[in-house]
């Protein structure tokens, strides 16, 4: 982060944590917990299957299961030390689970709604215990300043990898999943 302003941290939750989280992300698409994703917010947030096709599982605070609240407090330590890095003022975090079923992808965007400048890190664990090259969904992190025209890294979704970026500066997509795609994605904010 502090070179490149993003960050790949392979197995930053232990496997029995991002399993459980992984179970947890399973159980609750089967109940029918999880709605379409859209784009934008508000009133004006829109299901756009041109953009994107993943469904979404808010985390709600206060309502947290014991495998969120292991994840969180890591989460919380991260968010410490960005602050102590960076002097971010981040306070909070907000995410979901997501899930990319097969055919999902996110086409390229930033991290923040138009207008607004609350979201400043995201943060995107994966979920995915028997993920191979070929099942796609990777992360196409465009990782210079000219955005979609510069370089690029692909990232691969493996069980408890870690990726972290300043949302509003890299652009990224997620690519079509040839298998089913399951992660918590969320965001750092400020006031």
Known sequence: MDRHGWAILPG?????????????????????????????????????????????????PGEESIEQEIYLAQL???????????????????GHFAIYPTGGFYKAHLDRHAGTNDRIVTVILYLNESWKPGD?????LWTTPEGKDGLFELIEPRMG???????????????????????????????
């Open 76 to 94: 919380e330590t991260f968010r410490l030390a960005l602050n102590q890095r960076f002097f971010l003022g981040l306070f909070d975090f907000e």
């Open 161 to 191: 990898t870690l990726v972290c970026f300043f949302a509003g500066d890299f652009w990224h997509e997620v690519l079509p999943a040839v298998q089913s795609r399951m992660s918590i994605t969320g965001w750092f904010r400020q006031r």
């Open 12 to 60: 930053c939750l232990n496997p029995a944590d991002s399993l459980r989280l992984k179970d947890e992300c399973q159980t609750a698409f089967e109940k029918g917990n999880f709605r379409r994703a859209g784009v934008g917010r508000g009133t004006g947030l829109e299901i756009r299957e041109d953009i994107r096709r993943d469904h979404v599982m808010w985390l709600q």
């Open 136 to 140: 796609g969904g990777e992360l196409k």
